[in-house]
């Protein structure tokens, strides 16, 4: 089954909750919606709730690294966030903790 | 649309003409079953309206004739018969009609029925069309996959003869892998190895790997120490690759005069130092985000540094291996390596490592490229051939390509004459004696500055003093004697600049001494090694001191050569002059 997406946006929060697996073939999808959350100026911060993700692979930490550079010159602060298990170890593999915040 | 009328009544071709112009189309006609085959080749019409009962050739064999020329394009075929009965209906479709209408015709049908296949005919033409597209596109990438494979191949390829102490296997999950396993020596004889797993599999990840392997071979070849070259690396690929494009690794570098292993680990599994008896002695972590992802001042290549207490081996691999899932979706994991570690001999790990790896497979797919490597950490400096590099240069100067390291404890230091044996050495390898006895004037003076000064502490100064030289002659014997510990090791090897050059290089595991303090002029009473050094300066075309002081590297040309002439130069030698 493809990744669910949904957008809780809280004025100048907004939560991408994922659920699923995150790989290659949520990629449009995920890019689609980040692009519609920066495109609101009032936005001031993004968290990405991993809370119900099974698996991510190396695809997702990409579509991760793009929305950071996308986030960084706008100025939006960005947080990886409720990641578990093996999502979590892999955020640490990668060493991502240098990258993003992690809550 | 243009539609061919086949019909030997022609009253009923002009009907039927008339009705479909009135219709909008166009119109060609036919009177008989052959004459229809040849105006379809002429004239290719979008449909055809074909009578059964016909003189020449009727309209069934008219209409399977049509079909076979017509091949993939499909072209719809309305038989009109007078015989309503269902056997000819059948033989119609056999015949490769797509509908039949019996006459008398009703034109209001007729209309209907050509509209039909007007609408059939469209939608079968853009499906052509975008299969067309579609074989076209996976023929292009076939052929860019082969040429992709072919190049890969050839990339990986150079430089192996890997190392004798490195073994590894990659399996790819598609067609070839994006992983990528590599290694070579430095001119110091360091080894450095690497395994890159970049950011999916096939041609895309192979993109990331190719500008790596040219770094991580040329970089290595002139000796620059494995943070450097990480530096470049994440350099390049950041440059050349889009951000989500990224790759993780580990990169190994192993001195074996000092039994130690230096490891960068960026986004990689952890890489495992472990003993003959498969127990895992130090572990490796990532302690870097991947390569490609920083930029150059955020870049950390800080190496973990780790001195082997024991032989055995550092265990690298890919998250795929880890990641592998069986049909349950439990991953193969660290424990399905490390329980092959403590089962199995040393050299069986890399095997039963796969075989482990498939039996935890079963029949679920591999979804990632898997990769392993082992690495031998002996307590040895084994005799190596000359980097491959070299090997398809013209040799202008028969010299050989040539490696020698010696390694000698404070027993072989004190009991074995070891001058002799290098010239003898140098002697067999081809050098004639004018270089023979430059290079043991060098040879002498940096093995004594490592004996004297790095093992047994002598002080030179000590020479100056009344009785001076017969004292630290002395002090020299007493100490050798006493030595119980150090080592000193040597290198001599040909590399080829323009002309071969013997490079010689000498460590000692004493203190050193700090030589950036002496600024350029090592040549003077301050410097606690004396004044030979100036002799080995005027010989040599480089000298250079490293680490704390305690290794150093000459370079010696196997030619003519005045201190005013530069490597660059192509002066010939001339060996009758001594």
């Given amino acids: 089954m493809p990744m669910q997406i949904a957008i809780n946006e809280a004025g100048q929060n907004a939560t991408l909750r994922l659920e699923g697996r995150f790989d290659f073939n949520a990629s449009r999808e995920f890019r689609d919606s980040y692009e519609r959350i920066l495109s609101r100026r009032e936005i001031e911060s993004i968290d990405v709730d991993l809370s119900a993700v099974n698996y991510l692979d190396s695809s997702a930490l990409g579509m991760l690294l793009l929305l ?36 | 649309m243009k539609i061919l009328i086949v019909d030997d009544n022609r009253l009923n071709v002009v009907t039927t003409s008339t009705y479909c112009r009135t219709w909008g189309h166009t119109v060609v006609t036919a009177m008989d079953g052959r004459q229809a085959v040849e105006r379809y080749v002429a004239e290719r019409p979008a449909l055809i309206l074909m009578d059964v009962m016909m003189p020449v050739m009727n309209g069934f064999e008219a209409t399977a ?19 309503g009965s269902e056997e000819n209906l059948v033989q119609g479709i056999a015949s490769g009609a797509d509908d039949y209408l019996t006459k008398p015709v009703n034109f209001t049908i007729l209309r209907e029925k050509i509209r039909v296949m007007e609408r059939i005919a469209t939608i079968q033409g853009q499906l052509s069309e975008s299969l067309a597209g579609l074989q076209d596109y996976r023929d292009k990438a076939e052929e860019e996959r082969i040429l992709a494979a072919h190049v890969m191949d050839r990339i990986v390829g150079f430089g192996q003869g890997n190392d004798e102490l490195v073994s590894h296997r990659i399996i790819p999950a598609l067609n070839f892998s994006g992983d990528l396993v590599a290694s070579a020596r430095t001119p110091a004889g360091d080894l450095h190895v690497i395994l890159a797993d970049a950011t999916g599999h096939g041609l895309a990840a192979a993109l990331n790997i190719i500008p790596m392997i040219e770094v991580f071979y040329g970089m290595t070849e002139k000796g620059f120490p494995i943070s450097r070259i990480t530096t470049e690396m994440n350099r390049k690929i950041r440059r050349l690759m889009p951000r989500e494009r990224f790759v993780a690794a580990v990169l190994v570098s192993v001195d074996f005069s000092s ?22 002695l130090r572990s490796f972590s990532s302690m870097h985000p991947p390569l490609g992802i920083l930029v150059d001042t955020a870049f950390n290549a800080t190496l973990e540094v780790y001195q082997w207490p024991v032989s055995g081996q550092l265990i690298m691999c890919s998250d795929g291996l880890l990641e592998a899932e069986d049909l349950q979706g439990t991953p193969f994991g660290l424990a399905g390596v490390t329980n092959v570690l403590l089962e199995s001999p040393p050299n069986r790990w890399l095997d039963n490592i796969m075989d482990a790896l498939h039996c935890h497979l079963g029949n679920a797919p591999q979804i990632d490229d898997v990769s392993l490597v082992t690495l031998e950490c ?15 240069q013209t040799v202008l100067y028969d010299t050989g390509q040539w490696y020698l390291g010696l390694r000698l ?75 119980d510990s150090g080592r000193i090791n040597i290198d001599l090897s040909i590399v080829k600049d323009r002309f071969p050059v013997l490079r010689i290089r000498v460590l000692d595991s004493g203190a050193g001494f700090n030589y950036l303090g002496y600024g350029g002029s090592l040549d003077n009473d301050s410097v606690p090694f004396g004044r030979g050094i100036a002799l080995v300066r005027h010989l040599c075309q480089k000298v250079e001191f490293r680490g704390r002081g305690n290794e150093v590297v000459v370079y010696y040309p196997l030619m003519e050569i005045s201190k005013e002439v530069t490597a660059s130069s192509e002066t010939s030698s001339d060996e009758s002059v001594h």
């Fill in chain 1, 68 to 103: 950071r550079e996308k986030a960084e010159p706008t100025g939006v602060k960005l947080a990886l966030v409720n990641s578990r298990g093996a999502v979590r170890q892999i955020l640490e593999v990668a060493n991502f903790h240098k990258l993003f915040v992690l809550r």
């Fill in chain 2, 65 to 83: 004739r049509i079909r076979e020329l017509a091949g993939t394009n499909w072209v719809p075929i309305i038989l009109l018969t007078a015989l």
């Fill in chain 2, 259 to 280: 039994n130690t292993v230096s490891v960068w680990n960026g986004g990689c599994p952890a890489a495992l130092f472990v003993n003959e008896v498969g127990e895992v």
């Fill in chain 2, 378 to 392: 002996r307590d040895t400096c084994p005799v190596m051939t000359e980097s491959p590099a070299y090997a398809n």
């Fill in chain 2, 409 to 483: 404890g404070h027993k072989e230091i004190r009991n074995i004459d070891v001058l002799p044996f290098l010239l003898d050495w140098c002697r067999q390898a081809g050098l004639d004696e004018h270089h023979l006895g430059n290079f043991f004037v060098i040879i002498a003076e940096l093995y004594n500055n490592a004996l004297d000064h790095g093992l047994l502490g002598l002080d030179s100064r000590i020479k100056s003093g009344p009785d001076g030289f017969e004292q630290y002659i002395h002090q020299r014997a007493e100490r050798l004697s006493a030595l």
